[in-house]
T-cell receptor, first 118, second 113 residues
Framework: EAGVVQSPRYKIIEKKQPVAFWCNPI?????LYWYLQNLGQGPELLIR????????DSQLPKDRFSAERLKGVDSTLKIQPAELGDSAVYLC????????????????FGPGTRLTVL | AQSVTQLDSQVPVFEEAPVELRCNYS??????LFWYVQYPNQGLQLLLK??????LVKGINGFEAEFNKSQTSFHLRKPSVHISDTAEYFC???????????FGAGTRLFVKA
């Protein structure tokens, strides 16, 4: 079974340019997460989706960041315009989100997209 | 609110030596606790988890961790490390009943020959 797929793996852009990251979760996983990981830090949640609904986007900087998961499967995270401080690794994760079981659902992470803003 | 503190940013150790990576958490409610490993240029992989029950948890690759409620700690241990254990290790906490996971800043384990 394929894991969480992210593309591109690396992206270098000039500041003020737009950029988009794509994530395809594990088949059947209805919960999808986008995390930001700065160098030397742990991941920080940006947004969590349950199917196509964004249920926690409190940490998403909405002035420049946006995300969508239109059909409740794959997802895109966009930054427009990018700033120097956005250089980081953007991780996507998914979980089965089956609330019928114990209230824990293991998150499976993709390899991330490393963004460099020049 | 929950928080996680990993007490060591880097831990160098010789191959076949034992290692302990320390983690303390703060929470006013019951939590789930995790250790993840991240190899270079890869995503995070779950090493082990504590949900309930026995406070000694065994994970993959010979790692284990002990939940100590009174000291609010969840230290990760391995009796004999290998070169291939060189990686970044993250301790994480999640509130039971919730989906939000808080990660520590990570500990870089460097195993020397």
């Amino acid at each position: 079974e394929a894991g969480v797929v992210q593309s591109p793996r690396y992206k270098i852009i000039e500041k003020k340019q737009p950029v988009a990251f794509w994530c395809n979760p594990i088949s059947g996983h209805n919960t999808l997460y986008w995390y930001l990981q700065n160098l030397g830090q742990g991941p920080e949640l940006l947004i969590r989706y349950e199917n196509e609904e964004a249920v926690d986007d409190s940490q998403l900087p909405k002035d420049r960041f946006s995300a969508e998961r239109l059909k409740g499967v794959d997802s895109t995270l966009k930054i427009q315009p990018a700033e120097l401080g956005d250089s980081a690794v953007y991780l996507c994760a998914s979980s089965s989100g089956d609330r019928g079981l114990a209230s824990y659902n293991e998150q499976f992470f993709g390899p991330g997209t490393r963004l460099t803003v020049l | 609110a929950q928080s996680v503190t990993q007490l060591d940013s880097q831990v160098p150790v010789f191959e076949e030596a034992p290692v302990e990576l320390r983690c303390n958490y703060s929470s006013s409610v019951s939590v789930y606790l995790f250790w993840y490993v991240q190899y270079p240029n890869q995503g995070l992989q779950l090493l082990l988890k504590y949900l309930s029950g026995s406070t000694l948890v065994k994970g993959i690759n010979g790692f284990e961790a002990e939940f100590n409620k009174s000291q609010t700690s969840f230290h990760l241990r391995k009796p004999s490390v290998h070169i291939s254990d060189t990686a970044e290790y993250f301790c994480a906490v999640s509130v039971t009943g919730g989906f939000k996971t808080i990660f520590g800043a990570g500990t870089r384990l460097f195993v020397k020959a």
